[in-house]
């Protein structure tokens, strides 16, 4: 616990949570601008849409943002040149621990603000009746953990390298990879595709009528699998890169 709370005292200072609420402003923007005005359709099936949006959004903007969390939560120590002095004071996986912890957290309500603003804009606007509690909750769980395996890959690299912009290319391809399966499919079992496996909605497109339907998920075995991957990842991430960063030398 008390490596835990050194992780938020160090950070106090190095406007991590800033850089998160720059990100949830960017979606918010995106959100005021690209729903207002729905028709009756959009007004019929908004709560979809919303579930639907958010998995887009956070598959091609969070992979990207992980990485500059991870790199802002690990990098304080390479600028000082002290993960081998920490070493004698806190056992190395503890420390890696408390990283990870710190990371969930913030993420865990990052999520929570993201969620709140866009159901919030969803009363505002008046989409009718409420929304489903039940696809809401397993949707923010889902998202929640295919973002920490994100989070978990990143916090390794930048822990393990000194130079941030080799976690940060990481990041930046991962943003371009669920870029182009958000494109091809609505699941994969790459980790950067794990918030298109966790979406709970699909928008079918009718090109005679031209309009789209949207419609909560009917999980093939495969799209199963795909999201039974998100918590698999999860774990090889914490697992691995606890490892490999207690049996480095510094």
């Known amino acids: ?11 106090k200072r190095r406007k991590v949570w800033l850089t998160m609420l720059a990100m949830l402003s960017a979606q918010m923007l995106w ?8 028709g009756d359709r959009e007004l019929q099936s908004g ?19 992980m990485s500059i969390l991870a790199s802002r939560l690990a990098d304080i120590e390479h600028k000082g040149c002290t993960y081998k002095q920490l070493k004698t004071l806190r056992s190395a996986g503890s420390l890696y621990h408390a990283k990870a912890v710190c990371g969930f957290l913030i993420i865990a309500v990052m999520l929570i603000i993201q969620f709140a603003f866009f159901i919030s804009l969803g009363y505002y606007l008046g989409y009718e009746g409420n929304p489903d509690l039940k696809y809401y909750l397993l949707s923010y769980l889902l998202k929640l953990t295919a973002n920490l395996s994100l989070f978990l890959l990143q916090l390794a690299l930048s822990m393990l390298f000194a130079n941030q912009m080799i976690p940060m290319a990481a990041g930046l391809g991962g943003s371009m990879t669920a ?3 958000s494109f091809v499919k609505t699941s ?17 497109w009718n090109p005679d009528a031209r309009i789209i339907t949207y419609f909560y998920r009917t999980f093939s075995t495969r799209e199963q699998a795909a999201v039974v991957c998100i918590f698999v990842w999860a774990a090889i991430f914490y697992v691995s890169g606890r490892i490999m960063f207690t049996r480095r030398e510094l």
Do not use: C
Not at 33 to 38: D, E, I, S, Y
């Open 1 to 11: 616990m008390k490596t835990l709370q050194l992780e938020f005292y160090k950070i």
């Open 188 to 204: 994969s079992f790459l980790p950067w595709g794990g918030n298109l496996s966790a979406s709970l909605v699909h928008a079918d």
């Open 31 to 38: 959100g005021l601008w690209a729903l207002r005005n729905p």
């Open 47 to 65: 709560w979809l849409v919303l579930l639907y949006d958010l998995s887009m959004l956070d598959s091609i903007m969070l992979p990207t943002m």
């Open 179 to 181: 870029l182009l399966l």
